[in-house]
């Protein structure tokens, strides 16, 4: 251990979480005090839509015929019952056994 600061990584640490925390919060507490116009706030609803888009094409168009099965069943579990995990652990499901079938 460095003699000169005995607790040098734990008070590097708690520092970085201080800082971090309070950016965080200076944020919020920023964007709070903005008023958005009609045009920013229809881009920010649909912002959510184009993460997601983003995250998942690139899967799709990677794995092929047991990654867009598994999605189409997710989306309609989500759309039927609106149980997130139980709409994951079916389409986990699928996916293994599209591929067990090798289609």
């Given amino acids: 251990m460095n003699s000169v600061v005995p607790y040098g990584p734990y008070v590097a640490i ?3 979480g201080i800082v971090t925390a309070t ?9 709070g005090n903005v008023q958005f116009t009609p045009r920013i706030q ?3 609803e649909a912002l959510p839509g ?4 983003a995250l998942i094409l690139p899967i799709l168009l990677r794995e092929g015929a047991p990654a867009v ?8 579990l989500m759309a039927w019952w ?3 995990f139980a709409a994951l652990a079916v389409g986990v499901a699928v996916a293994m056994t599209v591929r067990s079938l090798a289609l």
């Fill in 14 to 16: 708690i520092c970085m």
């Fill in 23 to 31: 950016l965080r919060f200076s944020g919020y507490w920023l964007m």
């Fill in 42 to 44: 229809r881009i920010m």
């Fill in 50 to 53: 184009c993460v997601v888009a």
């Fill in 69 to 76: 099965v598994a999605v189409v069943a997710v989306a309609l």
């Fill in 82 to 84: 609106r149980k997130e």
